[in-house]
């Protein structure tokens, strides 16, 4: 079969298929990498250089004047600080709730189970939309807190059929030996389901903490105290405005807009990068085994 699957791709209409395809994935990277690559040259050329080329991919001088400059003010390094901390401890109890709900959910003896699902799939593709969601956060009184960038969105319905799919998939027979040695519910799924879950909760531990750093809606309805702004934030005012003035970066003399304007994205990018291949072994297992039980 092997050798039957070799010769059939060794033909010219093989071949000529395989560069199709490879030159068809390198413009699709380069869509990728090139627009990344322009913005990190921008970071580190001149202002002159920036407002007289209108494209380059690499700068004739170098200079970390802009990274210079955000990385001395203290609005930049307040929102860098809180937009890490925030991202950690909604990862954590977003993750938490949701596998909290998947849990029993996956257990088909459930009472009201499928009409809890019903409920979860009506909410995955009806949302209440940003009034109601607004006016609840309000009444909450999570209006100007850090709760309200998580907690409104806490449980993802995609996400938590995912892992409750992925939890249905582990062999019963270990929680019900747990069970036969005493372990309540709370113990089996700390210490039998989650070891055994690391691919899909690694998996959606990235797609929470990448929407919960990259989110700037949730700052800009419910924070009204600008001491509060998450990085996000920061980008969007430099990027609007494309500058910070002086007072901002405590110096005397304001720094280069464009490359501050870059600098900032390329400093709210970076971590999210830095994320991916620490869990990317675990994000294609995780995202198929997880998806093909209903």
């Known amino acids: ?44 050329a001149t ?18 004047d802009s990274y210079a400059s955000i990385l ?21 109890v977003q993750l938490g709730l949701t596998a909290l709900m998947a849990y029993p959910l996956s257990k088909v003896d459930l009472p009201g ?35 309200a960038l998580f907690l409104p ?5 995609f996400s938590l059929i995912i892992i409750k799919n992925f939890f249905q998939q582990l062999p019963i027979e270990l929680q019900e030996s747990a069970t036969i040695d005493g372990a309540n519910e709370l113990q089996v799924l700390r210490h039998v389901v989650l070891p055994l879950s690391k691919p899909v909760l690694a998996t959606f531990a990235l797609f929470y903490a990448v929407g919960i750093w990259n989110d700037y809606m949730s700052p800009l309805l419910y ?30 003399v304001p ?10 994205v390329i400093v709210a990018t970076i971590p999210v990068l830095l994320a991916y291949p620490f869990l990317q072994k675990h994000f294609a297992k995780g995202m198929l085994i997880g998806s093909v039980k209903g």
């Open 113 to 147: 189970r499928r009409t809890i699902m019903m409920l979860v799939v009506f909410a995955m593709v009806f949302s209440a939309g940003m009034i109601p969601m607004f006016l609840v956060v309000k009444q909450l009184g999570l209006l100007d807190t850090y709760w």
């Open 72 to 92: 001395s003010s203290d609005i930049f390094l307040r929102a860098f600080v809180t937009t890490v901390v925030v991202t950690f401890v909604g990862t954590l």
């Open 153 to 157: 969105m806490a449980i993802n319905p």
């Open 223 to 252: 924070l009204s105290d600008t001491s509060k702004w998450t990085l996000q934030m920061i980008l969007r005012q430099v990027t609007a405005s494309a500058q910070m003035s002086a007072e901002d970066i405590n110096a005397d």
């Open 255 to 264: 720094p280069p807009a464009q490359g501050i304007k870059f600098a900032v």
């Open 47 to 64: 202002e002159y250089e920036i407002t007289t080329r209108p494209f380059f991919l690499w700068p004739h001088e170098i200079t970390t």
């Open 1 to 44: 079969m092997a050798s039957t699957t070799y010769q059939r791709f060794n033909t010219r209409a093989g071949r000529a298929f395989d560069v199709v395809n490879v030159l068809l994935l390198v413009a699709v990277g380069l869509l990728a990498v090139v627009p990344f690559v322009y913005v990190l040259a921008g970071s580190l």
